[in-house]
T-cell receptor, first 115, second 117 residues
């Protein structure tokens, strides 16, 4: 089965600082998703990456998928307290039938941004 | 945008009772819904896949008689935790995949926090 490893597990930064969260897969990624979660709430979809070398940005958040499609990074520029939360990477499970649409998740990265 | 609701958002029950959690897609049809469980400061663990009109598919290690899933319509799936025990206390999240869509059309509910005393 595919496993996702996120690093770091937790991160504390000062407002305005840049930061990067990494997600490494044990197998080739066919679809990599980044989500944000506030504690005790549901997941908010951030971005999806599929092609090797792909990079997407939304406001101050940029996500990249490496050429080999086994690692992704999420970069936040000039962090703000509103960026605080849990960031989860998810990978689409390869296969059809009952596997279609399944996602496996990394363990999450807890981000704290101090004003 | 696509909205998925869960009810209740929070429930406290006594050990031995059963609890039902509802997951609804409010503005789209979902042929598939997924149920996840999340422990404090941990990631989401997929419990089962719920398909409309057929039996749910459970992940390895998840007791199907313990966690009953019913996908009665294209907009509703329910998870019933039977004979709940304190170790069942957790945060349960559902997601719904839009009919005809891929994994990127999966939308998550806000979650239900279950506490079993």
């Amino acid at each position: 089965s595919q496993e996702l490893e996120q690093s770091p597990q937790s991160l504390i930064v000062q407002e305005g600082k840049n930061l990067t969260i990494n997600c490494t897969s044990s197998k080739t990624l066919y679809g990599l998703y980044w989500y944000k979660q506030k504690y005790g709430e549901g997941l908010i979809f951030l971005m999806m990456l599929q092609k090797g070398g792909e990079e997407k940005s939304h406001e101050k958040i940029t996500a990249k998928l490496d050429e080999k499609k086994q690692q992704s990074s999420l970069h936040i520029t000039a962090s703000q307290p509103s960026h605080a939360g849990i960031y989860l990477c998810g990978a689409a499970v390869r296969g059809g039938g009952t596997s279609y649409g399944k996602l496996t998740f990394g363990q999450g990265t807890i981000l704290t941004v101090h004003p | 945008g696509a909205v998925v609701s869960q009810h209740p958002s929070r429930v406290i029950c006594k050990s031995g009772t059963s609890v039902k959690i509802e997951c609804r897609s409010l503005d789209f049809q979902a042929t598939t819904m997924f149920w996840y469980r999340q422990f404090p400061k941990k990631s989401l663990m997929l419990m089962a896949t719920s398909n409309e009109g057929s039996k749910a598919t459970y992940e390895q290690g998840v007791e199907k008689d313990k966690f009953l899933i019913n996908h009665a319509s294209l907009t509703l799936s329910t998870l019933t935790v039977t004979s709940a025990h304190p170790e069942d206390s957790s945060f349960y999240i559902c997601s719904a995949r839009r009919r005809g869509g891929g994994p990127d059309t999966q939308y998550f509910g806000p979650g239900t926090r279950l506490t079993v005393l």
